[in-house]
């Protein structure tokens, strides 16, 4: 049965789409961008700085979802900047130091709100 994951520790979605969804033993996030919990975009911050906050954004949606980090099966980041890929990467391992998840990293023309990054996660859900 679907699940709608909700929180306030993330920000509230822009559209038509939940934070994230779950059956029970699986958990789907939404594309996190750079906006803070209380809606400020950080679109003018460095890529370190964008990813930092969408992956904060990713991991309390997880935390809602009853899973962390660590159960995280597959990982795409998008970047409408190839050339920021090793910024974005540092920033990035810092979340997954133990047994990364898979990941693919996507080169896209522009993303919601005119964001530098925007990532989502597949988790598995105990």
């Not at 520790?9 to 059956?23: F, L, W």
């Not at 969408?54 to 099966?73: F, K, Q, S, W, Y």
């Not at 996507?106 to 925007?118: D, Y």
Request: hydrophobic share 40%.
């Amino acid at each position: 049965m679907k699940e709608i994951i909700h929180t306030n520790a993330a920000p509230e979605a822009v559209g038509a789409y939940s934070q994230g969804a779950s059956d029970g033993d699986v958990v789907f996030t939404a594309g996190q961008i750079p906006l803070t919990p209380d809606g400020r975009l950080l679109d003018d911050a460095s890529i370190a700085e964008q990813t930092e906050q969408a992956l904060d954004n990713l991991v309390a949606v997880l935390a809602e979802a009853g899973a962390e980090p660590e159960d995280v099966l597959k990982v795409t980041v998008y970047l409408d900047d190839m050339e920021d890929f090793e910024e974005m990467n540092e920033t990035y391992a810092g979340y997954f130091e133990q047994e990364p998840p898979a990941r693919s990293a996507v080169g896209v023309e522009s993303l919601p709100k005119g964001a530098g990054v925007e990532i989502e996660a597949i988790a598995a859900v105990e």
